[in-house]
């Protein structure tokens, strides 16, 4: 069966960065994508960016551009999300989901929780 | 602000049906599939409705999906205290090269 394993919950400071995993298992990686979506604490979903199984071309949401980084290993089907210079309003549980061709479909990572405190 | 508009909220009794909708443009919704999303407190979303109109494996036939335009409807018919919770559409937005999510709608059923 299907399945998207996350990685741990983080705590933070302001100005740093965080990498979170996302261990897909249950199908052929490189024949899907991947999205991240994230919600802040009392808001809505969040699209924060797209990475391709098969050949890593990625599309980042535009507010994050610059910030996030997403990669895979295809040889462990894991996908990352890496988010720099890290502020509060950073604090979120950030999911991980296999795409329907962009958009999120209907296998999700159990979420990490990302927390940015002083 | 969210690039699909959705009501804040509904609400129905038990039994009782409810649409919920979602507004967009021609760059999102009106050429792109839309799916709809149940999100629950403390677990992760759940898909409804894939491709405008189609139903997940165990996804009962209570929900149903409908595009038309720039606008889609998510249908829950048979209101259950269970499905209390926020529902939110997303889709594809070729212009911004980006995935789009309405702000999302709180169902109470009352």
């Known amino acids: 069966q299907v399945q998207l394993v996350q990685s741990g919950a983080e705590v933070k400071k302001p100005g740093a960065s965080v990498k979170v995993s996302c261990k897909a298992s249950g199908y052929t990686f490189t024949n899907y994508g991947i999205n991240w979506v994230r919600q802040a604490p009392g808001q809505g979903l969040e699209w924060m960016g797209w990475i391709s199984g098969y050949n890593g071309n990625t599309n980042y949401a535009q507010n994050l551009q610059g910030r996030v980084t997403m990669t895979t290993d295809t040889s462990t089907s894991t996908a990352f999300m890496e988010l720099r210079s890290l502020r509060s309003d950073d604090t979120a549980m950030y999911y991980c989901a296999r795409a329907n061709v962009y958009t999120p479909g209907g296998y999700w990572g159990q979420g990490t929780l990302v927390t940015v405190s002083s | 602000q969210s690039v699909l508009t959705q009501p804040p909220s509904v609400s129905a009794a038990p039994g009782q049906k409810v649409t919920i909708s979602c507004s967009g443009s021609s760059s999102n919704i009106g050429n792109n599939y839309v799916f709809w999303y149940q999100k629950l407190p403390g677990t992760a979303p759940k898909l409804l409705i894939y491709?405008?109109?189609k139903r997940p494996s165990g996804i009962p036939d209570r929900f149903s999906g409908s595009k038309s335009g720039t606008s889609a409807t998510l249908g829950i018919t048979g209101l259950q205290t269970g499905d209390e919770a926020d529902y939110y559409c997303g889709t594809w937005d070729g212009s911004l090269s980006a995935g789009v999510f309405g702000g999302g709608t709180k169902l109470t059923v009352l």
């Open positions: 491709d405008n109109n």
